[in-house]
């Protein structure tokens, strides 16, 4: 968003024609505004995009007439993890570096006497000043600078927490690699040990947390969450006078409605022996968050579920659990991998599309797809990985909702 387009946006008759069209499609709507000499089209289609991905992101704050930036908007923590990291962390003072739409410090603001935003985009900043007057919040100071120069400046230790979601972004590209992101982590921790005893580190979902346990050795707890079965995010918990310490995984599983659906926890690293099987009547794909954290081998032996191989976190059981965390499914049958003998399967039930998965196979899900001539979708999950014995298989399953 440019400057004078907030500027206009903040015009309660340029607002009006927003709210009276945010409903609508926002490519429609700039067609039809694109006349009107007087009206910001461009900026308020962005807006009307903006709230209808704020519908499903932020379900509590979207009728609190706040604006959004359309690229801020995608990095910012969703409502319900911003929520869950106001169960991890509280205090007296809390600074965060990378401010952005500042979604995070609105929920910050109800456990610590006071939050610093720090965002060095003018625009962005302005946008987190007029969302805090609609919000009537008051604890929150704005610094228009940048994070690292005034981290440096501050003279006193005095935060309880810094947090620091490193922008991913490049020219538009995307970089899940810390060193590429800014501000540099790595660099800046000293300073940021200066400063505080605590730090919380967002990273991207594709994050590999076992570079983390490399990288810091402060780390002492990982918190993979998602939401509706979607990995969203990945926090880093470190301090300042551990060293090395045994770092906790937990996997957190929440529902855009920010309720905790379940919390599983274990130590990095520490595993547990893989029970193989054959495939049983059941199937069972952990949540991605499990995944994620390396908690399968954990949870497969609290609910006494069996490994159908050692490279894939699948799980089998010849009882149907009536909970469990991740997606169950109901085995139709099993082929091993010929792709005559698939086709001739297929073309027999009358399959023409399907929803595949893979784990641990040589084809990709498009390549699967363009083999079996199969389209997305129905009520047939294929899944292609391995047996017990290294042996490529396709698993026909329903799912068991």
């Known amino acids: 968003m440019l400057k004078e387009e907030l500027e206009q946006l903040k015009n309660p008759e340029i607002f009006d024609v927003f709210l009276e069209n945010r409903e609508n499609p926002s490519k429609e709507l700039s067609l039809k505004l694109r006349n009107k000499n007087n009206i910001p089209h461009r900026a308020i289609s962005e ?28 990095q910012a923590s969703s409502e319900a993890t911003a929520i869950f990291k106001t169960s991890l962390i ?3 003072k809390i600074i965060d570096l990378t401010g952005g739409l500042g979604i995070d410090d609105i929920f910050f603001s109800t456990n610590f006497l006071k939050v610093t935003y720090c965002e060095i985009n003018e625009v962005l900043t302005e946008i987190f000043a007029h969302n805090l007057k609609q919000l009537q919040i008051k604890n929150i100071e704005i610094v228009n600078f940048d994070s690292i120069e005034y981290l440096k400046n501050k003279k006193d230790s005095s935060f309880d927490w810094i947090y620091i979601d490193p922008s991913r972004r490049d020219a538009n590209r995307r970089s899940v690699d810390l060193k590429y992101c800014t501000p540099n982590v790595f660099k800046n921790m000293p300073l940021f040990f200066q400063k505080s005893k605590n730090v919380m580190i967002k990273v991207a979902p594709a994050y590999d947390i076992t570079e ?11 918190f993979v969450i998602s939401v509706d079965g979607e990995c969203k995010e990945v926090l880093l918990i470190l301090k300042k006078n551990v060293f090395n310490a045994k770092i906790k995984s937990f996997a957190i599983l929440l529902n855009s409605k920010s309720e905790h659906k379940q919390i599983i926890s274990h130590v990095l690293f520490e595993k547990e022996v893989n029970i ?9 794909e952990p949540d991605c968050s499990i995944i994620k954290s390396d908690l399968v081998h954990f949870l497969a032996k609290d609910l006494n579920l069996s490994f159908i191989n050692n490279n894939s976190p699948f799980l089998t059981n010849s009882k149907l659990l009536s909970s469990f965390p991740g997606r169950r499914f109901k085995i139709i ?15 027999t039930n009358g399959i023409l599309k399907a929803n595949v998965a893979r784990r641990g196979f040589r084809l990709s899900v498009e390549e699967i797809r363009r083999v079996f001539k199969l389209k997305d979708g129905g009520d047939l999950y294929l899944f292609f990985t391995s047996d017990l014995n290294k042996q490529a298989i396709m698993i026909v399953t329903t799912k068991i909702n």
Do not use: M, W
Request: glycine share 2%; with cysteine.
């Open 47 to 74: 807006q009307v995009a903006c709230y209808q991905k704020a519908k499903i992101k932020l379900p509590h704050l979207i009728d609190k007439y706040l604006l959004y930036d359309k690229i801020a908007l995608e």
């Open 90 to 92: 509280f205090g007296k």
């Open 212 to 222: 983390a346990a490399r990288k810091f050795p402060n780390l002492t707890e990982i």
């Open 276 to 284: 193989l099987s054959e495939i049983k009547s059941y199937f069972y």
């Open 333 to 347: 049958t099993l082929l091993i991998y010929n792709e005559k003998e698939i086709k001739k399967y297929l073309k």
